[in-house]
């Protein structure tokens, strides 16, 4: 061993379109001490096992890897850590860790990336000061991590939290989502079937380009339809105050359900689109229980709390 490399711990988080790659130092403070991100060339399991391979090399002529975290944007059994579903990743039944470990021998431990999120802020962000927190993240898909008395809760196979995929409209057969059922939140507020039902509007001629003022259907994205939602379209507006309505509901019965301290939202559909923001808080408000009132906040860590809570969650390993 090269003494003069700092021991460290490698923290993973792969989405839907990027991954990205943080070390931490950790014998004195768990501390972030550089990033890496790439766009994902291939979702390809094998190929991304590749890349986290090649990655793992450059640093470890630099570090001393002790253990890796790695959030990924699936489902991931308790157990075995295989991941059984992968909307955006286009990933069913992988055995991640066992493939992994054949080619990194180091301790290492596959985590849903929303849980991952969750334990990051938890720990190093926005709910170093309460117990129970549920945070929400709305991107390229949607999905929740929970802390109840200070534990990350994971279920008894290692799938709680998968917001996106609950049911909240049984009669919209319009878009099946990735986990193969329709009416799933997801399919209402996540960006990559938000868009797809904008899209869908435009060309069944309900809505136009000119109006979103884009040239060509490749530029639409839920952000582009926020900015001239004040506008007035009916259509848009139906679209709007429909998803609104849906997700206030939702944060209302979590609530209601939950009880958190807290919960944190965050994400580029939400960030991106202040409108729709407006909308779900003003349902929320309609909605909820008084005596169940839950804070609603924004996260701390922004990008950097998947890899905080996969770090975090592998120097559980040492």
């Given at each position: 061993m090269n003494l003069n490399k700092h021991s460290s711990i490698l923290g993973i988080d792969i989405g839907g379109t990027n991954i990205r790659f943080g070390i931490f130092e950790y014998k004195h403070k768990f501390k972030l001490v550089h990033q890496i991100q790439f766009e994902l060339e291939s979702r390809e399991p094998e190929k991304v096992c590749d890349c986290i391979q090649n990655i793992y090399y450059e640093i470890s002529q630099i570090y001393k890897v002790d253990a890796i975290g790695i959030g990924v944007a699936g489902m991931v059994s308790k157990s075995d850590m295989i991941v059984i579903n992968a909307p955006n990743l286009q990933w069913n039944n992988f055995p991640f860790r066992d493939i992994l470990s054949k080619r990194i021998k180091v301790p290492l431990v596959i985590m849903n990336d929303l849980n991952a999120i969750?334990?990051?802020?938890?720990?190093?962000?926005r709910g170093k000061n309460v117990d129970s927190m549920l945070c929400i993240f709305i991107g390229t898909g949607v999905g929740s991590g929970l802390v109840i008395d200070k534990k990350l809760v994971i279920g008894a196979h290692g799938f709680a939290g998968e917001i996106g995929h609950i049911k909240v409209n049984e009669k919209d057969n319009y878009i099946v989502c990735g986990c193969e059922k329709t009416g799933c939140l997801e399919t209402y507020i996540g960006g990559k079937h938000l868009t797809t039902r904008l899209r869908n509007l435009v060309q069944n001629e309900k809505l136009s380009l000119s109006f979103l003022n884009i040239d060509n259907l490749e530029n639409l994205h839920p952000g582009i339809a926020d900015r001239v939602f004040a506008q007035g379209n009916k259509t848009l507006d139906q679209l709007w105050y429909t998803n609104g309505k849906i997700f206030g509901q939702t944060l209302a019965n979590c609530s209601t359900l939950l009880n958190p301290h807290q919960i944190i939202i965050g994400g580029t559909v939400w960030e991106g689109t202040p409108n729709f923001r407006k909308l779900s808080l003003q349902s929320y408000e309609i909605?909820?229980?008084?005596?169940?009132?839950t804070e609603i906040v924004s996260p701390l860590l922004k990008n950097e709390a998947g890899l905080y809570g996969a770090a975090c969650k592998a120097a559980l390993l040492l």
């Open positions: 969750t334990w990051g802020e938890f720990n190093y962000g909605h909820l229980n008084e005596t169940t009132r």
